[in-house]
Protein backbone atom coordinates (compact mmCIF):
# COMPACT_ATOMS: atom_id res chain seq x y z
CA UNK A 1 0.00 0.00 0.00
CA UNK A 2 1.36 3.65 -0.28
CA UNK A 3 -0.52 7.17 -0.91
CA UNK A 4 -1.34 8.51 -4.31
CA UNK A 5 -0.55 11.74 -5.07
CA UNK A 6 -2.49 12.80 -8.50
CA UNK A 7 0.18 14.95 -9.54
CA UNK A 8 2.96 13.04 -8.69
CA UNK A 9 2.49 8.99 -8.67
CA UNK A 10 5.31 7.01 -6.73
CA UNK A 11 8.01 6.00 -8.76
CA UNK A 12 7.90 2.50 -9.19
CA UNK A 13 4.70 3.18 -10.16
CA UNK A 14 5.45 5.29 -13.08
CA UNK A 15 8.41 3.55 -13.63
CA UNK A 16 5.92 0.58 -14.58
CA UNK A 17 3.41 2.65 -16.62
CA UNK A 18 0.74 3.05 -13.61
CA UNK A 19 -1.73 5.09 -15.52
CA UNK A 20 -1.95 8.56 -14.13
CA UNK A 21 -5.38 8.04 -12.09
CA UNK A 22 -6.80 10.92 -13.86
CA UNK A 23 -9.46 9.39 -16.45
CA UNK A 24 -10.23 5.61 -16.59
CA UNK A 25 -7.66 2.90 -18.30
CA UNK A 26 -9.36 -0.34 -19.33
CA UNK A 27 -6.20 -1.73 -20.21
CA UNK A 28 -2.93 -0.82 -19.56
CA UNK A 29 0.49 -0.05 -21.97
CA UNK A 30 3.21 -2.78 -21.21
CA UNK A 31 6.65 -2.20 -21.90
CA UNK A 32 9.89 -3.04 -20.99
CA UNK A 33 13.04 -0.73 -19.85
CA UNK A 34 16.23 -1.11 -18.92
CA UNK A 35 14.56 1.53 -15.82
CA UNK A 36 12.10 -1.73 -15.08
CA UNK A 37 15.22 -4.02 -14.41
CA UNK A 38 17.07 -1.55 -12.97
CA UNK A 39 14.33 -0.91 -10.00
CA UNK A 40 13.35 -4.51 -9.81
CA UNK A 41 17.37 -5.06 -8.99
CA UNK A 42 18.37 -2.27 -6.64
CA UNK A 43 15.38 -0.39 -4.98
CA UNK A 44 14.89 -1.85 -1.58
CA UNK A 45 11.90 -3.00 -1.52
CA UNK A 46 12.14 -5.71 -3.74
CA UNK A 47 15.33 -6.25 -2.48
CA UNK A 48 13.47 -6.84 1.29
CA UNK A 49 10.84 -9.23 -1.03
CA UNK A 50 13.87 -11.20 -2.40
CA UNK A 51 15.25 -11.28 1.09
CA UNK A 52 11.78 -12.50 2.47
CA UNK A 53 11.45 -15.17 0.06
CA UNK A 54 15.29 -16.63 0.62
CA UNK A 55 14.19 -16.88 4.21
CA UNK A 56 11.08 -19.04 3.16
CA UNK A 57 13.52 -21.26 1.01
CA UNK A 58 15.69 -21.73 3.62
CA UNK A 59 12.90 -22.46 6.48
CA UNK A 60 11.37 -25.34 4.03
CA UNK A 61 11.59 -28.41 5.27
CA UNK A 62 13.75 -30.02 2.73
CA UNK A 63 17.39 -29.51 2.68
CA UNK A 64 17.66 -30.94 -1.02
CA UNK A 65 19.25 -27.83 -3.21
CA UNK A 66 16.91 -28.51 -6.10
CA UNK A 67 13.68 -28.58 -4.05
CA UNK A 68 14.21 -25.48 -2.77
CA UNK A 69 14.87 -23.73 -6.32
CA UNK A 70 11.12 -25.63 -7.25
CA UNK A 71 10.05 -24.25 -4.55
CA UNK A 72 10.93 -20.96 -4.87
CA UNK A 73 10.11 -20.82 -8.30
CA UNK A 74 6.77 -22.10 -8.49
CA UNK A 75 5.90 -19.63 -5.33
CA UNK A 76 6.65 -17.01 -7.80
CA UNK A 77 5.40 -18.21 -11.48
CA UNK A 78 2.82 -20.61 -10.44
CA UNK A 79 4.85 -22.94 -12.75
CA UNK A 80 7.35 -26.08 -12.28
CA UNK A 81 10.73 -24.66 -13.57
CA UNK A 82 12.25 -26.64 -16.39
CA UNK A 83 15.11 -28.62 -16.06
CA UNK A 84 17.49 -26.08 -17.77
CA UNK A 85 15.85 -23.68 -15.26
CA UNK A 86 16.69 -25.45 -11.60
CA UNK A 87 20.59 -26.05 -13.23
CA UNK A 88 21.14 -22.31 -14.02
CA UNK A 89 19.66 -21.31 -10.64
CA UNK A 90 22.05 -23.61 -8.97
CA UNK A 91 25.00 -22.73 -10.57
CA UNK A 92 24.09 -18.83 -9.67
CA UNK A 93 23.46 -20.15 -5.89
CA UNK A 94 27.01 -21.99 -5.58
CA UNK A 95 28.47 -19.00 -7.49
CA UNK A 96 27.05 -16.43 -5.29
CA UNK A 97 27.40 -18.53 -1.88
CA UNK A 98 31.43 -18.21 -2.65
CA UNK A 99 31.39 -15.44 -3.01
CA UNK A 100 30.11 -14.36 0.03
CA UNK A 101 31.10 -17.13 2.15
CA UNK A 102 34.53 -15.33 0.71
CA UNK A 103 33.17 -11.49 1.82
CA UNK A 104 30.87 -12.01 4.66
CA UNK A 105 30.68 -8.04 5.07
CA UNK A 106 29.29 -7.90 1.40
CA UNK A 107 26.43 -10.30 2.27
CA UNK A 108 25.87 -8.67 5.50
CA UNK A 109 24.85 -5.61 3.65
CA UNK A 110 23.13 -7.25 0.98
CA UNK A 111 21.04 -8.84 3.72
CA UNK A 112 20.52 -5.65 5.79
CA UNK A 113 18.60 -4.03 3.14
CA UNK A 114 15.09 -2.98 3.89
CA UNK A 115 12.90 -1.97 6.78
CA UNK A 116 12.22 -5.87 8.25
CA UNK A 117 15.00 -7.35 10.34
CA UNK A 118 16.73 -10.28 8.47
CA UNK A 119 16.57 -14.11 10.32
CA UNK A 120 19.98 -14.02 12.48
CA UNK A 121 19.75 -17.95 12.85
CA UNK A 122 20.38 -18.41 9.45
CA UNK A 123 23.91 -18.85 7.58
CA UNK A 124 24.96 -15.22 6.40
CA UNK A 125 26.49 -16.84 3.00
CA UNK A 126 23.38 -18.76 2.57
CA UNK A 127 21.21 -16.42 3.11
CA UNK A 128 22.73 -13.82 0.62
CA UNK A 129 23.21 -16.57 -2.14
CA UNK A 130 19.50 -17.67 -2.26
CA UNK A 131 18.88 -13.64 -1.78
CA UNK A 132 20.66 -13.18 -5.15
CA UNK A 133 18.53 -16.27 -6.26
CA UNK A 134 15.17 -15.23 -5.23
CA UNK A 135 15.80 -11.49 -7.21
CA UNK A 136 16.44 -13.68 -10.43
CA UNK A 137 13.54 -15.56 -10.05
CA UNK A 138 11.87 -12.47 -9.00
CA UNK A 139 13.12 -10.51 -12.21
CA UNK A 140 11.23 -13.03 -14.63
CA UNK A 141 8.92 -11.39 -17.06
CA UNK A 142 6.82 -13.87 -16.01
CA UNK A 143 6.44 -13.02 -12.61
CA UNK A 144 5.90 -9.02 -12.92
CA UNK A 145 3.97 -8.93 -16.35
CA UNK A 146 0.49 -10.45 -15.72
CA UNK A 147 -0.95 -12.52 -19.20
Given at each position: ???W????????M???????R??????R?????PL??LA??ND?????????L?E????LD?????????????????????S?E?????????????????????A??L?????????????????????????????????????
Amino acid sequence: YTFWKRQSPPPNMRVFDAPTRETCTVQRSRTNTPLQALALMNDPTFVEASRKLAELIMTLDSSELSQQVVFAFRRATARRPSSAEVDVLLDVFQVQKRHFTDDETEALKLLSVGGSRRNNELNVAEHAAWTTVASMILCLDETISRR
